[in-house]
């Protein structure tokens, strides 16, 4: 089993900025991919930023650009810099870690952009 318990989420004003961590515990040597998703209200949960553990990285068109997903391996935590924050970037974000046989979640991390 694999847990994953985000924090950093928050309140920012447009053009802000905010780092999102996820710390990862368990078997996690079966882990060979994690990322960032949100979901805001009324939309399907999408794929902000995934990094795969030979440290290739894909991001959302939305985010290219503004986001950047890193990894401290010695730490086991996985980190979501946000910059240049919008009001369309209010979501739960959650961190997401998959091996071959299963995907996991973590319980989600509210990031409001407002004035």
């Known amino acids: 089993q694999v847990q994953l318990v985000e924090s950093g989420g928050g309140l920012v004003q447009p053009g802000g900025s905010l780092r999102l961590s996820c710390a990862a515990s368990g078997i996690i040597s079966r882990i060979y991919v994690m990322g960032w998703y949100r979901q805001a209200p009324g939309n399907q949960r999408e794929l902000v930023a995934g990094m795969q553990y030979g440290g290739m990285t894909n991001y959302a068109d939305s985010v290219k650009g503004r986001f950047t997903i890193s990894r401290d391996g010695a730490r086991n935590m996985v980190y979501l810099q946000m910059n240049n924050l919008k009001p369309e970037d209010t979501a739960v974000y959650y961190c997401?870690?998959?091996?071959?046989?299963?995907?996991?979640w973590g319980q989600g991390t509210q990031v409001t952009v407002s004035s």
């Open positions: 997401n870690a998959k091996s071959s046989l299963k995907e996991y």
